[in-house]
């Protein structure tokens, strides 16, 4: 069987510009050519995270940065909001760094609540608040302007948020929003091959970071913050994914930022009518679903239609389409749909055609 098309939630669909880009010839990281790459992507970097900030570019998968976001940021104790499995692991990830650390936790399926952060805040014993934007696992998004908006009353708070599998497919505009840490990775929306996570920091964050012992030196910020000033990352890059990274970034520059959002939403949406079309409902509540992927409700709540989602992951596989059968304790009593990426209607549209003929065989 030839090639599966990705339709999971990370990694997504690479298109063959990108990989061509990927395999260009390697070249010295201290020397002046890689510079000049490094520059040159700077200033669309910065467009894309809305900031005046540098944006830095690591060699790992977002986890590093996650964790190195703990190490540089956390002194006294952090709040880690929990609606997911990949938010619970955030402060599984804290406390594995030996930090103090707290969960606030919402019911997957729902979103992470501004006054609920709030209530804990207020507290004092916070120098730290984790948040993810779009829990990969549940489709659900949570509401970043009112939640960022307490940045405001809570300044000394770092508000560290993880946009792994939203950013580049919403907007999110850091200098605006007043965070202090944005992170992605390369596989989710920006549709790149897995290995290169990109971040920011607010100058408040360098200012923490300074502060904080056993930072460690891989992801040390101060040390991406130094390089950068000399257009270079502080250790070898995974150059490949750069040469990737200056392709990708002249596609988003020809297509706009805000079509690029608005596709992604208009394609978020066609996913959810053929759900609704099969008499799915949806395991997000209301109002708070994802712009880049649909998390189907298969079971895990009351009311719509239940399917056995393994076969349907398998039939739809053998036409050539790879979609995810649900994750961690959903698995099976939901399915994702990821329309992240480079799709378009005519891509989905093949995948629909494909899910409707899966779902007449089962
Ligand atoms: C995929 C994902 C991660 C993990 O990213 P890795 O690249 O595997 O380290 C973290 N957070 C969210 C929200 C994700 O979707």
């Not at 000049?36 to 977002?62: G, H, K």
């Not at 990426?341 to 629909?352: H, K, N, P, Q, R």
Request: hydrophobic content about 40%.
């Amino acid at each position: 069987m030839g090639h599966v098309k990705l339709f999971i939630p990370g990694p997504v669909e690479v298109s063959e510009k990108i990989l061509q880009a990927f395999r260009s010839p390697v070249i010295g990281h201290r020397g002046q050519g890689f510079k000049d790459l490094y520059a040159r992507i700077q200033p669309q970097l910065q467009q894309l995270f809305y900031t005046r900030q540098p944006v830095f570019l690591s060699t790992s998968s977002a986890w590093g940065v996650m964790e190195g976001a703990i190490r540089n940021l956390v002194s006294k104790k952090v709040l880690c909001c929990m609606n997911g499995a990949f938010s619970d692991k955030w402060l599984d990830v804290a406390q594995r760094c030996g930090k103090e650390a707290e969960g606030l936790k919402a019911a997957w399926g729902s979103p992470i609540r501004a006054e609920a952060i709030d209530a804990r805040l207020a507290t004092g014993q916070f120098d730290t608040l984790t948040l993810i934007h779009n829990e990969t696992s549940t489709g659900v998004m949570s509401p970043i302007e009112e939640i960022a908006a307490l940045k405001k009353k809570y300044p000394d708070i770092m508000f560290i948020v993880d946009a792994v599998s939203s950013f580049s497919g919403v907007k999110l505009p850091f200098d605006d929003l007043g965070l202090d840490v944005l992170l992605t990775g390369s596989q989710k929306a920006l549709a790149l091959p897995p290995g290169l996570a990109l971040f920011t920091c607010s100058p408040a964050a360098f200012a923490r970071a300074s502060t904080v012992s056993g930072r460690g030196y891989y992801f040390d910020f101060l040390e991406f913050k130094k390089n950068a000033e000399g257009n270079m990352t502080p250790s070898t890059p995974t150059l490949g994914h750069i040469f990737a990274l200056e392709s990708k970034l002249e596609d988003i520059c020809t297509e706009g930022l805000d079509n690029r959002y608005a596709r992604h939403r208009r394609l978020a949406q066609v996913t959810r009518d053929w759900a609704a079309r099969h008499g799915f409902t949806l395991f997000p509540d209301d109002g708070h679903v994802s712009m880049t992927l649909t998390c189907v409700n298969n079971g895990a709540k009351p009311g719509g239609r239940i399917v056995d989602a393994e076969k349907l992951v398998s039939l739809v596989k053998k036409r050539g389409f790879l979609i995810n059968g649900g994750y961690g304790k959903i698995k099976g009593t939901t399915f994702r749909i990821s329309n992240m990426g480079d799709e378009t209607e005519t891509s989905m549209g093949e995948l629909f055609a494909a899910l409707d003929e899966a779902m007449k065989e089962l």
